[in-house]
């Protein structure tokens, strides 16, 4: 886990932190597209191609990731229904109704920037 503010040098820092010290990972899961666009940046000055080497999925879909080289794998979520059933749901509670757990489970876009599992091993 590559953790650190939202700051884009305090983000590159600690990902090219990360890869100095440990290249045994082969797959990372980036919270956002904008950080997966960065792992494979610094991933590539460190000599590691995505994917052969490895995989990145980032998470929200965004515009641009079609258009990277290698388009992003990204998990999608609808942001849309998300609101609509929150504020239905609050409007429930306000009324006195009881509401019930709501699953919106998000939806893989699958491109070019994933690979089949290997062991580190075989990079």
């Known amino acids: ?18 890869f100095r010290r440990c ?4 797959a990372y899961f980036a919270t956002n597209d904008s950080l997966g666009l960065s792992i494979i940046r610094i991933a590539a000055e460190h000599g590691l191609q995505t994917p052969k080497d490895i995989s990145v999925v ?18 999608v979520v609808n942001m849309d229904t998300i609101a609509e059933t929150a504020m239905r749901q609050l409007i429930r509670l306000i009324s006195g ?19 089949a ?3 580190v091993a075989e990079r």
């Open 117 to 119: 599992m290997r062991s």
């Open 1 to 18: 886990m590559i953790g650190c503010s939202f700051d884009p040098s305090t983000v590159d820092q600690a990902i090219d932190e990360h």
């Open 58 to 75: 980032g998470f929200d879909d965004a515009p641009f990731v079609q258009h990277m080289s290698p388009m992003l794998t990204s998990f």
């Open 97 to 115: 109704e009881s509401v019930k757990k709501v699953s919106m489970p998000p939806k893989m876009v699958l491109r070019e920037s994933t690979a």
């Open 23 to 26: 290249l045994d990972a082969t």
